[in-house]
């Protein structure tokens, strides 16, 4: 009989519980957050105060992006198909993929090319920049995280996540990597491509030491949320096989309003 | 032609940005914790700060289970068959189903019945909770929450819970209606069936008025993400198409270790 | 160490080969049509030709319907998405849920009732039809199989189904019994609801007693077929990301035409 | 508003009835069989008498491969943590990916590959099969369809196959080009990696000329039938929640049985 044995590195259960990267799950219950617990189930070590602020601040700005998403008009579909919640959420979950949120990992490829090539010197990493363009278009590949279909003006959430960032203190040499890869794709193709959501969340990701491989596992872990909820909206709400328009839908939920006095004043702190 | 537009009351995206019930995404961003963006998503309101914390501590408990998971097993072997993350993920996302997570929903619903036929009166709890199994009983319904197949104790997780609420000062009736199904199964079963993290859970979320369809949303975000830290492992570490055995198991990561002692201090605050 | 050795009664592999059901699969590769080792899977037995052929028909009937579908608009959205054909392809087979393709296993149930209250006597039907439905009502159940939302006249692939089995020389009180239900809804509700592709397709699988809990199988398998084809065309046809309008669309691939002369003949047998 | 108006060149509905590439899917049913009105949908046109007998057989030759397959364990896990049957076999078919069942298009491009080398001319196949290895290699392209891991002899499937592929009188080419690259991987490795059921799926598909994209299509149409059978297997005889051994599990169904005669006739046809 073959062994069959294997090991992992991640967990194990005991009789008394759960021991998540040799620290007792029990103990982390109510003290280390979620997005914490996440960073280290990922990375294996618990992230310092300020990198938790912003893998926190990350999921945050991924949890939604409205109904429109394909991952949302995916898993409506198939909630409209009789599709229970999770099976709903699974059609979302595979809709995430190489053109919707996938793009994450492939920013944090050139980012770290471009910080590569550099030899972490500042002021290389614009010639960098263009040799990375120019390996990557040799061998037909499209660099991700940069110009967004959406938003024309820059997407506000990133002045947000750029502002976390400095103040974590993050080193921000990815960050400016990200920035020489748009100046030298305006040069390349005269096009103004802005870093968008995913280009920032690399950038920030690799300023962090976020493994690649998981950059879109976090975005998932996001938002699933999100199409948890418009699932469960189209399961609970509306009616058996409709037609789903992809734009033409609107907002009938509450009105515009600001966070709760307290909470704004974390954000305007003075 | 027909008129197909609808309306979401969760989100919907501008040209500045994306707001959620009525919130700006960016006000949030780094302001408020995801597992409090995702209760705002769910339920429409943002938590009290009590409910937030129970919220994130419910989300660190059913982060993950360990290798043996079902839904561990079942996206590793579709790793294992070559499936890239989200699509292995995916296979895990679908065994989390009516034995394997999906037993909060059922457990609220009893929890919630006890606590009908009681009418919020604490001393009538245990004739509720007669009554609340005969009826399901009748309907050949299961009553999910109660015992555990495989702590053999107390799972150590429900005592971290249970101090938790207790802390965060919530009413306490459907914890109080919980151990009543307890002492009710006791008498008609001769068992000791004691709340299991389910059932703890289920409580927790009938104390904070967390809607019971979603219930099962919030463990599967939780556990997505142990989902995705073994299914990265399966992909990046392991050979492909390994038998992979759901028993025979072990553990070679970090050895047992105490969190940071400033962490510590907050389980033990004195 | 448990002994976790388990059983199963459909098929094994040998150093020779695989055998399913008994059968050495080598020996049916090009001698029993895959329709027939479908049944043979499902049902562990070989079919009559007669059945065979309309296991046959019944899958062809079922290959395909159009690109409004909602399995195939979710499929095509995650396709969309970036999702590999087999990933896109699970969208849409979550999809055929509930409301959309698992019509077919309820309808058996309810024509099998019928058959049940009746004692198979023929001239019983109509009352026992009446009896079923009323049962139905009373515990909130719904009667699948009846009425068709898009073909206004009556489906005319029913005809052909219904053809088919009386060419096959089927018993027939299972489709006495679906016309029984049509005349006993007609009854109550004063609607004409009459037999739809469903409704025709359990009547026929009754009649050939293939195994209630694998009639959506059989759908799936057909259906699969179709969502792939779709998949594969949005994969490598259509832009990434775009907006899938679920009605808006139309067919510009080769015009109507009649099958060959030959094919015809089998048709028109005269 | 923008026009989202889009095409397909699969298929419509209209009020009488289905159009599928040209053809009323009404016309097909009952005369042109499944494994054909497949080859309809993915190809555009409908096949000959002999590719149909083909097409049938591989589907046949990959309906299933026993239960230790990783695609069916993947859905009996599922299954086993309650999802049901739709949602299962999602699980197995999430599966059937790079390395289990996929490799039938990496061995098309494989042998085209070495079939536009020889410009056709059977003398120049060993070079170019010689050639197309050496490119592959240089990218690190694994070539798929030459060794097997289970049946140690010669898979007995591919005999059959050949046999039928001989008997449809095909041209014949790419099957030597598939015998050219077992030998230049001989010269190459000083290993036997004879042609397995992928690699012979592949020859025999570019011998019918069908489209490279959609022939794991093929397989996945084939294979779902056997993840379904087990997926319904384990729902309807098999404990929740079990811990799925993926080697030590055994056979209980019907003895070794040989087929009817009249079937047996068609194989001996003497």
Redesign the interface.
């Known amino acids: 009989?073959?062994?069959?044995?294997?090991?992992?590195?991640?967990?194990?259960?005991t009789?008394?519980?759960?021991?998540?990267?040799?620290?007792?799950?029990?103990?982390?219950?109510?003290?280390?957050?979620?997005?914490s617990?996440?960073y280290l189930?990922?990375t294996?070590e618990?992230p310092t105060p300020q990198t938790a602020?912003l893998i926190?601040?990350l999921?945050?700005?991924s949890?939604?992006?409205?109904?429109?998403a394909?991952?949302v008009?995916?898993a409506r579909?198939?909630a409209?198909?009789?599709?229970?919640?999770?099976?709903?959420?699974?059609?979302g979950?595979?809709?995430?993929?190489?053109?919707?949120?996938?793009a994450v990992e492939d920013s944090m490829e050139a980012i770290q090319r471009v910080f590569a090539l550099s030899n972490g010197e500042t002021d290389k990493l614009d010639q960098a920049a263009d040799t990375m363009i120019a390996e990557w278009r040799q061998v037909g590949r499209r660099i991700s995280g940069f110009g967004h279909?959406?938003?024309?003006?820059i997407?506000?959430?990133l002045?947000?996540?750029f502002?976390?960032a400095k103040e974590a203190e993050v080193p921000g040499v990815h960050l400016e990597a990200a920035q020489a890869i748009v100046r030298a794709l305006k040069r390349k193709t005269s096009k103004d491509l802005p870093i968008n959501i995913d280009g920032a969340t690399a950038a920030i990701l690799c300023e962090v030491n976020f493994p690649t491989?998981?950059s879109?596992?976090l975005f998932?872990?996001?938002r699933?949320?999100?199409i948890?909820?418009?699932a469960?909206?189209e399961?609970?709400q509306?009616p058996?096989?409709?037609?789903?328009?992809?734009?033409?839908?609107?907002?009938?939920?509450?009105?515009?309003?600001?966070?709760?006095s307290q909470?704004?004043n974390?954000?305007n702190p003075l």
């Not at 009989?1 to 259960?13: C, V």
């Not at 949890?63 to 429109?68: K, S, V």
């Not at 999770?86 to 059609?91: D, E, K, L, P």
């Open positions: 009989m073959t062994d069959l044995r294997w090991n992992t590195k991640l967990s194990y259960t009789e008394d519980g759960i021991i998540i990267r040799g620290y007792d799950l029990i103990q982390m219950i109510g003290v280390v957050p979620f997005p617990v996440l189930l990922f294996g618990l602020k926190d601040a999921m945050v700005a949890i939604d992006h409205g109904p429109g394909p991952s008009l995916a579909t198939a409209s198909g009789g599709a229970p919640l999770g099976a709903a959420t699974a059609a979950l595979l809709t995430l993929n190489k053109f919707h949120g996938a279909r959406q938003h024309k003006k997407d506000p959430r002045e947000r996540l502002q976390l491989s998981l879109n596992a998932m872990v996001a699933i949320t999100g948890l909820a418009h469960n909206e399961i609970t509306m058996p096989m409709r037609r789903i328009d992809p734009v033409n839908h609107g907002y009938d939920g509450p009105p515009a309003r600001n966070l709760p909470m704004m974390e954000i």
